[in-house]
């Protein structure tokens, strides 16, 4: 029993109704557009023949778009190589079973060889040799129309259709132009700290020697996205509130830039953040900021340069920033305390941030997180 329930029980279908529904809907108008050219070129008795293999193409592009066997290449190459053997073999071994099963043992391996497996072309190398004499009659023409014609009919609706319906996207190509364009910090980008690489995937593929049917992006996004999930799991809901510093060391906009240095040196922080008279962020100022000031050349050693600038203008004007809104950056990547910890690694990791704001709806300074807040908790983890 169960050897039974391991062979015929299905496996666990994450895809959604209305994702199921959509690509049914699709299928039946591609389908339709290829029985409707289909007839200008071919007898009535044939036209099942031919667009079977369509039918099966239609359930990759339609069904999943994103597999190797569904990309374009694929699709064109897998289909117009297959119809090219099919032909051949038909015209050379007169013996129609012999024909059958060397046109598509020879499609396979030839799709194999030229990386463009795709199941159906197997169907369109059958057709070639089993269909009628009308069929025959089309020779090399064959590939042309239906062929040609068929696949130019449903690569184009598979582009159009793919790319309106909402969160899909072919071919696979496009995969990493949609990520940049919707990038969140969620899991999505968790990975860029705990991913393997594309190279690491394709030596596992490697290694295995058989084809699997995913792409090597979405096999390792698969991979980062557990990986993400189990870290999360091991660490529980660690959130950005429970390990921010609360006692900030912060500035207000009109406060003296030599002042400012002078609380930073006096609590030897990198960076202070700049807020209003309710408690709102407006900027922050860190070191960097300091010693932009003072890094181009001159005949004066850094230590003067330095000093000159902290030192207040006692003008009416002046060529220099002299309070700390006039010094601050006030585009602030901030975070909210609600937020899970492994969201400040893109922002530590990729963006080289090392002072985070934390702000809560109204951005009311609540705190400050830093990569040294981020290895406390983490090492606290490791020891539970």
């Known amino acids: 029993m169960n050897i039974f329930l391991r062979l015929f029980m299905p496996p666990a279908n994450t895809t959604s109704l209305k994702e199921k529904a959509l690509s049914a809907f699709a299928s039946l108008l591609a389908i339709g557009l290829v029985l409707f050219f289909s007839k200008f070129f071919l007898p009535a008795e044939d036209i099942p023949w031919v667009v079977a293999s369509m039918g099966a193409s239609a359930v990759l592009l339609?069904?999943?778009?994103?597999?190797?066997?569904?990309?374009?290449?694929?699709?064109?190459?897998?289909?117009?190589?297959?119809?090219?053997?099919?032909?051949t073999v038909a015209k050379l071994v007169p013996d129609v079973l012999i024909?059958?099963?060397?046109?598509?043992?020879?499609?396979?391996?030839?799709?194999?060889?030229?990386?463009?497996?795709?199941?159906?072309?197997?169907?369109?190398?059958?057709?070639?040799?089993?269909?009628?004499?009308?069929v025959h009659e089309l020779g090399y023409t064959y590939l042309l129309t239906p062929v040609l014609l068929n696949i130019v009919v449903m690569l184009s609706f598979a582009l159009l259709i793919n790319?309106?319906?909402?969160?899909?996207?072919?071919?696979?190509?496009?995969?990493?132009?949609?990520?940049?364009?919707?990038?969140?910090l969620g899991d999505d980008k968790v990975q860029a700290s705990l991913s393997v690489s594309r190279e690491d995937i394709k030596y596992a593929l490697q290694k295995m020697g058989e084809f699997v049917d995913i792409s090597d992006d979405d096999l390792g996004r698969i991979f980062n996205l557990s990986a993400a999930h189990a870290r999360r799991q091991r660490m529980g809901e660690v959130l950005v509130g429970d390990i921010m510093t609360r006692d900030v060391i912060k500035a207000e906009y009109g406060d003296d830039v030599e002042d400012l240095w002078m609380l930073m040196a006096k609590h030897k922080i990198r960076s202070i953040p700049i807020v209003d008279k309710?408690?709102?962020?407006?900027?922050?100022?860190?070191?960097?900021?300091?010693?932009?000031?003072?890094?181009?050349?001159?005949?004066?050693?850094?230590?003067?340069?330095?000093?000159?600038?902290?030192?207040?203008?006692?003008?009416?004007?002046?060529?220099?920033?002299?309070?700390?809104?006039?010094?601050?950056?006030?585009?602030?990547?901030?975070?909210?305390?609600?937020?899970?910890?492994?969201?400040?690694?893109?922002?530590?990791?990729?963006?080289?941030?090392?002072?985070?704001?934390?702000?809560?709806?109204?951005?009311?300074?609540?705190?400050?997180?830093?990569?040294?807040?981020?290895?406390?908790?983490?090492?606290?983890?490791?020891?539970?």
């Not at 069904?63 to 190589?81: C, D, I, N, R």
């Not at 790319?163 to 990038?183: D, G, Q």
Request: proline letters at 7%; aromatic letters at 8%; one cysteine or more.
């Open 62 to 87: 339609f069904a999943v778009p994103l597999g190797p066997l569904s990309q374009p290449w694929s699709f064109v190459g897998g289909h117009l190589l297959s119809g090219l053997i099919g032909v």
């Open 99 to 134: 024909a059958s099963a060397l046109a598509v043992s020879l499609a396979i391996f030839v799709m194999y060889v030229t990386s463009c497996l795709h199941p159906p072309g197997g169907a369109t190398a059958l057709s070639a040799v089993v269909g009628s004499s009308a």
């Open 163 to 184: 790319n309106l319906l909402p969160n899909r996207y072919y071919p696979n190509t496009l995969k990493a132009y949609r990520e940049e364009k919707n990038t969140s």
């Open 278 to 384: 309710h408690n709102k962020l407006q900027g922050i100022v860190t070191i960097a900021d300091f010693l932009n000031q003072v890094k181009m050349p001159t005949d004066e050693p850094l230590k003067v340069r330095f000093e000159k600038f902290l030192k207040r203008s006692t003008g009416r004007e002046t060529s220099k920033p002299e309070y700390a809104g006039h010094l601050m950056n006030s585009a602030v990547i901030t975070v909210h305390p609600d937020q899970h910890i492994l969201d400040l690694f893109p922002i530590f990791y990729e963006k080289g941030i090392h002072h985070l704001p934390v702000v809560d709806n109204d951005n009311k300074l609540l705190g400050m997180t830093t990569p040294k807040n981020l290895l406390i908790a983490l090492h606290a983890d490791l020891k539970t």
